[in-house]
């Protein structure tokens, strides 16, 4: 099947989409630098884009007086949330798992509602922000979550994803590059308004 959203272009610097690789697939280390190719699409982005939320849990220490003199984090995770459209064959098993969607001899796509525990993958996202080239990526993250799916004839079906991410070896939940050079220091004032 072909994949249509990647299609003439170049994958690995395209924004709009999420691309998913192996764990083995080699790191990026900067915003710019093409991804191997062990990294493929994903799945087109929706208007709503991507959202990184970071959890903490803490638990403060206190002194003879009840004074809190420091606060230890005790738990904590990213969560990357999604909304994909005009998704593919290989999308759909990203979702739901390789086991629990075929495709029939007719071409027709078969989808198994069933619990499974998805792999851990890497995953990469690239857009411009004021003009910066970024990328955002995570080294070890599954799919926890899928929303609800609506079937309409007013609008397109799409399909909400949440990504949990786990530490790499570094214990690094995720990574976000910013082209360096683009990036001022400080703002000046006027700047940024």
């Known amino acids: 099947m072909t994949d249509i959203l990647v299609a003439g272009a170049d994958a690995s610097q395209a924004g709009g989409y999420f691309q998913v690789g192996p764990l083995t697939a080699a790191a990026p280390t900067d915003a710019t630098t093409p991804l191997t190719n062990g990294f493929t699409n994903a799945g087109l982005i929706s208007l709503d884009g991507v959202t990184v939320s970071e959890t903490k849990s803490t638990s403060p220490v206190r002194d003879a007086t009840g004074a809190i003199i420091r606060t230890i984090i005790t738990e904590y995770g990213v969560r990357v949330t999604m909304t994909l459209l005009a998704p593919t064959f ?3 098993q990203l979702m739901y798992g390789m086991d629990n969607v075929s495709l029939a001899e007719n071409g027709d796509v078969i989808r198994k509602y069933r619990k499974t525990e998805l792999p851990h993958q890497s995953w990469a996202n690239h857009f411009v922000d004021g003009g910066v080239k970024v990328r955002l990526y995570l080294p070890k993250a599954q799919i926890v979550e899928t929303g609800d799916v ?5 609008s397109p079906t799409t ?6 991410c ?3 070896a570094d214990l690094v939940y995720g990574y976000e590059f910013k082209a360096g050079s683009t990036v001022p220091e400080v703002l000046t004032p006027g700047e940024g308004e």
């Open 90 to 92: 290989k999308t759909f």
């Open 150 to 154: 609506v079937y309409n004839v007013e």
């Open 166 to 168: 786990a530490p790499d």
């Open 159 to 164: 399909y909400e994803i949440t990504l949990e």
